[in-house]
């Protein structure tokens, strides 16, 4: 009665055991759920040096109190382990069908170790859960795997979170798909359910998910419904989904193309949102509970799926240098087939094209000829060819050639759709994400660009600082309630805090809200911190440092590394080199031993 379904299953698969243990209080009250969950469970229980592909690596999918409550957009679930790619404290979320059925299986999360000794995948119903046999869907892809599993099981309802050919060939750029066309997507956890041989997770069941105090939440509940209908940007993402932004980013000259080079694309109509409705959409399709509707199912050449969103059409249309929106579409479908991470993906690429142009590389994808992407894309999927180069991230392929300043990347993770030049708090955001290059762990597109919750001059670095840490809390938290992020839009830390009251019974404010936002922060940095990040980490690549940017309005900017950097440490209550302080740890309840703390 407090939204949660108060199990979770700890799986390990070489013991071939399943222990469901009862979703600890104490757990709840101080990290609420999904991310903070997750984060939780792998630094309090988990050697920090642990490799990410070894047995002993944990991976986590947990959902939130929010989750399938009917809360408008309450539909989410985070995946959590150590990052392949980086070694980060890695989350990511997802939305769609899958996050709700988890909790109508009767469980908040699972918890998954050990190595399976064949292909297998965990099924769960209605309280219930069994590993089985995976061995007739291994080698399948992600839609073939979903569409097996309903059939074989006879069971139009379950749902499916999977891998496909890239998580099992250990890919890191492999992502975890849900639903067939929702991707948790960033940091390589579908290599780490492959390294497990664990290619799915079946959801199934008809239990009851009950709020702590319904007739408050109902009334919590239409107050938020009326602010995210009359939001004007929310409006924007059901019309135009994602790709809204594709115009936006441009007419603000911070649209990267060419693996970041410029930001003038030659004909950003092309692949806008604008033009996608005219041409290749379908319908407007949202997630459970989803008022806003922003997923775009299209048609190509008589295939229809979900998808493009903004950054895959930017990934492979602008950064490429390609303006084939058919193409384009194609391209991020495959991704998700595969089980790919379309940023890294694209963005592996883009490297390469500028490793060839430059004459580093002598074969290779070259700017604005798609005419092999689709291949290029499938082997990257399947380990082969000049594809098994570049799988492994930008970063691995620059470095393997000498060239690493050409991978456009944080902590090893290739930057998303937006140009840090033009934007002095969003890069302070990107260079010190605790999951590496990362536009939604501090989205300050929202200010800097769209206005919400107040216009920022983008230019400008006095009190960023203080917004970026704002933004990091916030979305760490609403990452761990279930919600979906793009509510930020219409809601502020007040609406998030009275929806958690309603929900599980346990009254807190805004500041509390915050605050276990930044417990979770915390607890990221300090694992990163032991895995061995410093200071001179949290930073951007060189030429967004030292080369400007040529066009438009932020012609001749840089991003400026300092005194952001310093102020921003300061605001977190850290010292000079990015470390919490005991004050700080001691605020938040967190304890100094390694990444151990308190609330385990």
Known sequence: MDGYANKIAWVDLGKKKISIRTTDAEMKRHYIGGRGFGAHIISSQMDPRTDPLDPANMITFMTGPTTGTGIPLGNRYEVCTKSPLNG??????????????????GFDGVVVTGKADTPSYLYLENGTAEIRNAADYWGKTTHETTDALQEDLEDAKARVLCIGPAGEHLSLLACVI???????????????????????????????????????????KER??????????????????TSILVNIIHGNDILPTRNFQRCNFANPEAVSGERMRETILK?????????????????????????????????????LGIDD????????????????????????????????????????????????????????????????????????????????????????QDL??????????????????????????????????????????????????????IFQDLTAA?????????????LNAD???????????????????????????????????????????????????????QDGAPKGRIWERQPLLDEYYAERGWDNEGVPTPQKLKELGITAKGTMHAHT
């Open 88 to 105: 980060t404290l890695m989350s990511s979320n997802s939305g769609g069908v899958f996050g709700w059925k988890m909790k109508k299986a």
């Open 178 to 220: 849900n639903d067939r066309d929702r991707a948790a997507g960033r940091g390589g956890a579908g290599a780490v359910m492959g390294a497990k041989n664990l290619k799915a997770i079946v959801a199934t069941g008809d239990m009851p998910i009950k709020p702590a105090d319904p007739d408050r939440l109902d009334a919590v």
């Open 224 to 241: 938020i419904r009326t602010k995210i209908q009359e939001n004007g940007i929310c409006d924007g993402l059901q019309l135009y989904g």
């Open 283 to 319: 319908k407007e399709k949202g997630c459970y509970a989803c008022i806003v509707k922003c997923s775009r199912v299209c048609e190509v050449e008589g295939e229809t799926h979900e998808g493009p969103e903004y950054e895959g059409v930017w990934g492979f249309g602008p950064d």
């Open 325 to 412: 929106l058919p193409l384009i579409t194609q391209a991020n479908w495959l991704c998700n087939k595969l089980g790919l991470d379309n940023i890294g993906t694209a963005g592996a690429i883009a490297c390469a094209m500028e490793m060839r142009e430059k004459g580093y590389i002598s074969e290779g994808p070259t700017f604005g000829d798609g005419s092999g992407l689709l291949e290029l894309v499938s082997q990257m999927g399947h380990r082969e060819g000049f594809g098994a180069e570049l799988t492994d991230s930008s970063y691995r392929f620059a470095m393997k050639y000498g060239h690493p300043e050409l991978s456009m990347s944080v902590k090893m």
């Open 416 to 469: 998303p759709a937006y140009d840090p030049r033009g934007l002095q708090g969003h890069g302070l955001a990107y260079a010190t994400s605790v999951r590496g290059g990362d536009h939604v762990y501090g989205y300050m597109i929202s200010p800097e660009v769209l206005g919400s919750p107040e216009k920022l001059d983008p230019y400008a670095s006095e009190g960023k600082a203080l917004w970026v840490k």
């Open 478 to 490: 609403i990452d761990a309630s279930g919600l979906c992020l793009f509510t930020s839009f219409a």
């Open 495 to 549: 609406d998030y805090a009275d929806l958690m009251s309603a929900t599980t019974g346990t009254n807190i404010d805004a500041a509390e809200f915050l605050k276990i936002g930044e417990r979770i922060w915390n607890v990221q940095k300090l694992f990163n911190l032991a895995v061995g990040y410093t200071k001179a980490d949290d930073t951007l690549p060189d030429r967004l440092l030292t080369e400007p940017l």
